[in-house]
């Protein structure tokens, strides 16, 4: 699985933007997509994730600011960030999770950087 990211940049906080990740490869076992992300001195952690089932699961931060969705015909998976603040400045890397194997895939990060 091959995972191609895009969208990130700098806003100012209150701001919007729109992450993409496109799937490719073996996409026929993925069982969630989801979008992790990691600021200077932190450890990387989900930020949301949906499944093969469409449900989906936020962090506590970015609940009812973030919205995540997905394009089953084009393999692609969409993070609407809305209301950014400076604490969502980090890189963002979209992951792949298999069923089965819970093996997991990652795209490039792409940074996103909120200014106050």
């Known amino acids: 699985v091959q995972l191609q990211a895009s969208g990130g940049g700098l806003v100012q906080a209150g701001g919007y933007l729109r992450l993409s990740c496109a799937a490719s490869?073996?996409?026929?076992?993925?069982?969630?997509m989801g979008w992790y992300r990691q600021a200077p001195g932190k450890q990387r952690g989900l930020v949301a994730g949906?499944?093969?089932?469409?449900?989906?699961n936020y962090a506590d931060s970015v609940k009812g600011r973030f919205t995540i969705s997905r394009d089953n015909a084009k393999n692609t998976v969409y993070l609407q960030m809305n209301s950014l603040k400076p604490e969502d400045t980090a890189v963002y890397y979209c992951?792949?999770?298999?069923?089965?194997?819970?093996?997991?895939?990652w795209g490039q990060g792409t940074l996103v950087t909120v200014s106050s």
């Open positions: 992951n792949a999770r298999m069923g089965g194997t819970f093996r997991d895939y």
């Open positions: 490869g073996s996409t026929f076992n993925i069982n969630r």
């Open positions: 949906i499944y093969r089932d469409s449900s989906t």
